[in-house]
């Protein structure tokens, strides 16, 4: 293990830990994120529709964090992630959580959108990390700094980061990121490192490596081909799973301006990137059609957190 600075909660005062870097004082205002210094989260359940080696027994420890760095147009988990729905709680209360879910049997203890909320994280993992019999899981947007990464050495055991988007046009346009690949692919790198090569236990979870995600968009599967591209160039099948994902859904709230997103993806934009992830020799998970659907998408009723 590299010995990594810890971040502390002291970054919240002129926040930095995500590209934005926003430089605001968290305990005075939100930042991009929508987020103040208080964690928030909108659900900690049984989440059984991830990737098979995520969700393989009982199903993933799935903590979901309000806010966001990103603010996709698309964005399936919206209420939470847009509108920053949820409940604040302490760090103990989180370490609590984390308990709470390894007890009711979770595969692994799955982090949805954590950037935001490193600092307290870290201080809830570290309170109850030698009582975690399971893995930490880090499901990320993608949107990260290498430095945030780094600072996760020792904590996280599986890396489950989206890749959106090659294209700068593309994630400027839905993400209003620009910059978007620059950062993620610097991070991915940076997790694959941390992680290592991908180890399993004998029911076939997944305990050790990274699954890098990615979701095809209507009229985007050249950027989704070239993402496959970066991914055989640049990471090795022993330390990389792919996912592949066919869940695209145009929901209401994507705004009027976005007429292309209201649709589904084809199934011959869809099957496409799946050939040449396939002739790139690359590993790992693709999904059915029938995953494109808003009943995939979870209640956020605050179980597990109030
Ligand atoms: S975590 Fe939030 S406040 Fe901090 S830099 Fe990123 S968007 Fe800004």
């Known amino acids: 293990m590299k010995l990594q600075k810890k971040i502390s909660r002291e970054i919240y005062n002129q926040c930095e830990l995500c590209p934005r870097r926003c430089g605001i004082d968290r305990t005075k205002q939100h930042g991009f994120c929508g987020m103040g210094a208080l964690i928030t989260a909108a659900k900690a359940d049984l989440h059984k529709w991830e990737e098979p080696c995520i969700s393989y027994k009982n199903g993933a420890g799935t903590v979901f964090f309000s806010g966001c760095g990103l603010h996709c147009v698309f964005c399936q988990n919206n209420v939470i992630s847009n509108e920053n729905y949820g409940a604040s709680l302490t760090n103990e209360k989180l370490a609590d959580v984390f308990l709470a879910l390894q007890n009711r049997g979770a595969d692994n203890i799955e982090l949805v959108t954590p950037t935001h909320f490193i600092p307290d994280i870290i201080e809830a993992l570290d309170k109850v990390k030698h009582r975690l019999?399971?893995?930490?899981?880090?499901?990320?947007?993608?949107?990260?700094?290498?430095?945030?990464?780094?600072?996760?050495?020792?904590?996280?055991?599986?890396?489950?980061?989206?890749?959106?988007?090659?294209?700068?046009?593309?994630?400027?346009?839905?993400?209003?990121a620009p910059d978007y690949f620059r950062y993620a692919s610097e991070a991915i790198i940076a997790m694959t490192e941390q992680a290592g090569e991908l180890k399993w236990n004998s029911d076939g979870g997944l305990i050790k490596g990274t699954i890098i995600r990615h979701l095809v968009l209507p009229s985007c599967r050249h950027d989704s081909i070239r993402i496959m591209e970066w991914i055989a160039e640049n990471t090795t099948t022993d330390e990389v799973l792919v996912s592949i994902m066919n869940q695209y859904t145009p929901f209401d709230h994507i705004p009027e301006e976005y007429p292309e997103l209201r649709?589904?993806?084809?199934?011959?934009?869809?099957?496409?990137?799946?050939?040449?992830?396939?002739e790139l020799g690359l590993n790992g998970f693709t999904q059915e059609k029938s995953s494109a659907s808003e009943k995939y998408v979870p209640d956020f009723d605050l179980k597990g957190i109030e």
Request: no cysteine.
């Open 133 to 176: 019999t399971i893995p930490i899981v880090y499901n990320s947007g993608g949107y990260e700094l290498k430095e945030t990464i780094d600072s996760l050495d020792g904590y996280i055991d599986v890396y489950l980061p989206d890749l959106k988007y090659y294209s700068s046009e593309i994630s400027a346009r839905y993400s209003s």
């Open 263 to 278: 649709r589904r993806v084809t199934k011959m934009e869809y099957n496409s990137v799946v050939k040449r992830a396939a």
